[in-house]
C-alpha cells in the first residue's frame, strides 16, 4: 500500500535495501526523476528498475513491485524518447484511433524501461484555461474526454482492459473535479483548488470520462488534489467508496462507477487533509484510498499506518480489500511471472517508426485559425523566408511541462526536431531564400514571407496558472518586429491553452494553434508546405478576453474569438 519516489531511497540515510526491509509495494519516478536526475536513457532506466525489482523479491513472499511514472506524453522523462503532443493536442486531432496508435507506442516504450505503470492519461474536463493543467485536458467537453481518454487506455492496457506482461496499467486522473475548480480558491488561482458545484454538475460534466474509463477496465484511479465543496477529495469516502467503488446510483439516478481496480493518492496529498498527520492516514484511508503515493517519509506512513490499524480506527477488512485490489492488478500485469523489464522492447526507444506517429499527431493536432491565400507556401517558388520567434528553434520550448524534467526546460533537453530543423529539411528548393532571425528580430532585414514562432514558455501545475492569458513582450515584440518586415507573416503559435492574441491576429496573414509537447518539428512542415492538409479542430473554446472566462460550451460562453470546433480545414 506504500509508493516510494525512488530518490527517497537515497536521502536522510535510507536505503535502497528498505524494499526489502519495509516490502514495499510500488515505487515511481516523479517528474523529471530518472536514474540520476532529470533524464537516462532507457537502458540506464531499465536497469535501474530492475535493481529495485530485484530487491522486492527477496521478500518472504517473493512479491514484485510495480514501479511507476507519468508517460503523460510519450515516456517524457526518458531521455532519447519519442514525445508527442500534450492531450490538448491529441483532443484536436479528434481521431480516437490515432490516439490509441499514441499510446501503443507510449506502452512499448514505458515496457522498454521496466516501467508497468503510467500515471495517464489525464480525464479530466477544464472548465476554464487559467488552470495550468489546461494542456493535460483532451477537451473542454466531456463527452471527448470520455471517447479520448477510452481510446488511451485501450492503448496503455490492450482491449477491455486485457493487461499483461506485454501491457502497461493505465490511470484515469485526477478523481474528480479538477479544472472544474472555481476561480482564487486554488494555489495559486485554480490549481488544487475547491469545485463549489453541485453533484448534478459533477455528474453531468466531471464523472462522464471516468463512466467510460471503468467500463474500459482501467487498471487504477488517481485522485485530484481539489477539494468538493470544502472537503478535500483524499478525505472523502463518499466520493470514493460509494461513487467510484459502489454500485447503485446516487440521489440523482447517476450510477456509481463500480470500479474494480485500485485507487492510489496522489504526490504527497493525503498530507492536505490536515496538520494531523495520524489523522490524514486513516482519513484517506477509509476513504477509500488503496495505494498511498507517500513519496518519501515511507517509514513514518508505515508505522503510522500500522499504529491506526491497531488502534482499531482503521478495519482489516479495509486493509484487506486495498491489498487484494494491488495484488489483483499485479498479477493481471504478469508481474509474477515476468518480474524484470523485457529488453526486447528497450532498443525502440525513440526509434524511427515510433516517431513516426509522433509525426502524424503533430500535423493533426494543429488548428488553422486563419489563412489569407499565404498557405500552403511553395517549395519550389523563388522567395525569401523569414523565420524568427523564441520557439523557432528551441526544443524544450516546443515541448511545455512533464517534459525530461517536471516543469519542462529550455533547449536541446532531449531528441527530437524543432520548427527551425524541420523547415531546413522539408526539401525546399535553392529558389527558396532562408533567413533565420532567431530573437534577433529588430535586425536590418526584409521578406517575401514571415513565419514567427512565439508561444507559453513551459510550465506545469500551479506553476501555469495564469490572471491573464496574455503573451509575453518579448513574444509581443518578435511577431511586430517579423510581420512589419515581410510582405505575409505566419504566426505560430506553441501553447498549452488558448491565448488572448486579438492583436497578433490582425497582424497575421495566417495564424496556427499549434501546442506544445511533440519532437516531432517535422509535422508541423508537413502542413506549412502542402504535403498534408490541417485537420484539427479546437476543443476548447478560445475567448476574446480574458475576463470572459470561464468560457466553455457548458456555461452558454458567447462572443468567444473562436468557437469550440473551430479550424480551417484543410487550408
Known sequence: MTQVEKNAFTMAGNSITDITTYFIGSVLSGGGGGPNGAGGTATQWADMVDNFQNYALQTRLGIPLIYGAD??????NVYGATLFPHNIGLGAMHDPTLITQVEQVTRDEVLGTGVRWTFAPCVCTPQDIRW????????????????DGSAAIVGFQGSNGALGPTNILATAKHFIGDGHTTWGTGSPYLNEGDDQISEQQLDAIDLPPYQSAVSNKVGSVMISYSSWNGLKDHANQYLITTKLKGTGTDSYGTPNLGFQGFVVSDWQAIDQISSDYNYDVRTAIN???????????YKTFISTLDTEIKAGNIPMSRIDDAVTRILTAKFAAGLFTQPYTDRSYTPNVGSAAHRAVARQAERESLVLLKNNGVLPLSKTGSYTLVVGGDHADNLGYQLGGWSISWQGGSGTTTVGTTLWQAIQQAGLSSSVKLNFVGTRTKGNYRGDVGIVAVGETPYAEGNGDTSTLALSSTDTSEVSDVCSRVTKCIVFLFSGRPMIINTQLNQSSAFVAGWIGSTEGEGITDVLFGDYGFQGKLTYTWPNAVTQEPCNQNNGCTGALFPYGYGITPF
Do not use: L, Q
Not at 508517460?71 to 517524457?76: D, I, L, R
Not at 495550468?132 to 471517447?147: F, H, I, K, L, Q
Open 287 to 297: 476513504a477509500g484510498i488503496d495505494m498511498v503515493m507517500v513519496p518519501d517519509k
Open 71 to 76: 508517460a503523460v506524453h510519450g515516456h517524457n
Open 132 to 147: 495550468g493543467r489546461t494542456y493535460e485536458g483532451y477537451s473542454e467537453v466531456p463527452s471527448d474526454n470520455a471517447t
